[in-house]
Structure formats: structure tokens, C-alpha cells
């Protein structure tokens, strides 16, 4: 979750957004491209997700192996990657489905404006996002809810301290996160325990739980 702070820090509305200035998206379009300018939302958005990824996962042999044991971070860069571009998506534009055309299925252009360095970094970034993008845009209607709950859940975990053992602001974010969390499950129509709405909504709550396990723990 500090990962996402430093994203929402520096982007407060989004990245479509706040990225116009180019102020702080300079830094992560040079971590990732070769002499290439994020002079569009996709790029925008396709730089702040691989360097979201590789500070999670790592860029080196193990991160295939990173990616399979932290299934939770991953499904939170998904819906975080899923809403941003959703916020430009209009009746004319699915930029859900622009940002895999360009990034993701092997647009050869814009693979080769990637840095020779993280080639096969970006390599592996790409084979998971394939597996779930589609799915994930197309099964989950109501990703902005599942957005505000991820915020909840990171401002829990980065606020907590150990010199507030009450875990004060925590604990009124875990109260606003059940509410959300509640919103999400009566809203699931699946009906089916291993849809990948049902999935998300258990890896949410194991988190919720871990993180209120941890509270009680220090007091």
C-alpha cells in the first residue's frame, strides 16, 4: 500500500488527470521508455501501472514467482489500472481496451520504445495483465467501488502506528471499508464462490481481517 500512496500523492485526482502537468509523470515515463514522451493518457497510465508492478514484485528472476505468491497486490494494480483508465472512457473511446491493444498485445512499435533494461521485466508485467484485463473490465461492472474500497484498505495499513495502539483513524477507515466491502457483496449477482468478483471480494476481506487481527494485537 505505500506503493499506492506515493501514486495518489502524487497524482491526488489520477494520473489522467494531474499527469497533464507532466510534473511528476516525467519520472516514470524516463524509468520506462526510451526517449518517449507520455504525451497521452495510455502512456500515462501504462507507466505509473509497470512502476506500480516492478516495486512490488521486484525486476529480476524471481519476479514471475513474486507475482503468483502476491496475487492480492496484483489484483489491487488490476482494479486500480482498470478504474484510472476508465475515468477517460467515453461512448466513443474504450480506453480499457486501447491501453491492451497498445500495451499489452504486442503493439512491436511500442515494444520497442521500452527500455532495453526492462524487456523482460515488462515482458512478464504483460503475460498476467492479458490473463485478467478483459475479464476483470467486462465481469466487473462497479470497479469504482472496489477502487474506494483498495483506498480504505491502504489508508488503514499506511496510517496504522505503533504509537497509537487504539488504532484511532484506522479504525474509522476499516468502519467506512465494511461499508463499502457490504455494498460489493450484496451487489454480486454471481451467485458463483470462484467467479473472480467473489475472488476479489475474498482477497479484500482476508486483508481487512489481517489488518484488524493486527490491531487488537497491539493493544
Known amino acids: 500500500c505505500r506503493r499506492f500512496k506515493t501514486v495518489w500523492t502524487d497524482f491526488p485526482k489520477s494520473v489522467v488527470e494531474d499527469g497533464n502537468s507532466q510534473s511528476n509523470i516525467n519520472d516514470y515515463c524516463e524509468a520506462l521508455f526510451n526517449n518517449k514522451n507520455c504525451d497521452n493518457d495510455i502512456d500515462k497510465v501504462n507507466a505509473v501501472s509497470f512502476w506500480l508492478f516492478v516495486q512490488n514484485f521486484g525486476d529480476g528472476l524471481s519476479l514471475t514467482k513474486n507475482v503468483n505468491s502476491n496475487t492480492n497486490i496484483f489484483h489491487y494494480i488490476m482494479i486500480w489500472l482498470i478504474y484510472t483508465l476508465k475515468l477517460k472512457s467515453g461512448d466513443k473511446t474504450d480506453n480499457v481496451m486501447k491501453f491492451y491493444d497498445t500495451c499489452i498485445n504486442d503493439d512491436q ?13 515488462y515482458n512478464i508485467y504483460k503475460d498476467p495483465i492479458n490473463s485478467k484485463l478483459k475479464l476483470m473490465n467486462e465481469g466487473i461492472k462497479d470497479i469504482s467501488t472496489f477502487y474506494d474500497a483498495l483506498k480504505l484498505l491502504c489508508n488503514m ?10 488504532c484511532t483513524q484506522c479504525l474509522d477507515d476499516a468502519k467506512k471499508f465494511a461499508k463499502k466491502y457490504e455494498t460489493l457483496f450484496n451487489n454480486n449477482d454471481t451467485d458463483i ?3 473472480l468478483y467473489s475472488q476479489i471480494l475474498f482477497i479484500l476481506s482476508t486483508d481487512y481481517y489481517n489488518f484488524i487481527n493486527q490491531c487488537y494485537e497491539k493493544k
Open 109 to 121: 512499435s511500442y515494444i520497442n520504445s521500452i527500455k532495453d533494461t526492462n524487456t523482460n521485466a
Open 157 to 166: 495499513y499506511n496510517d496504522f502506528s505503533e504509537d497509537d495502539p487504539n
Open 193 to 195: 464462490e470462484d467467479s
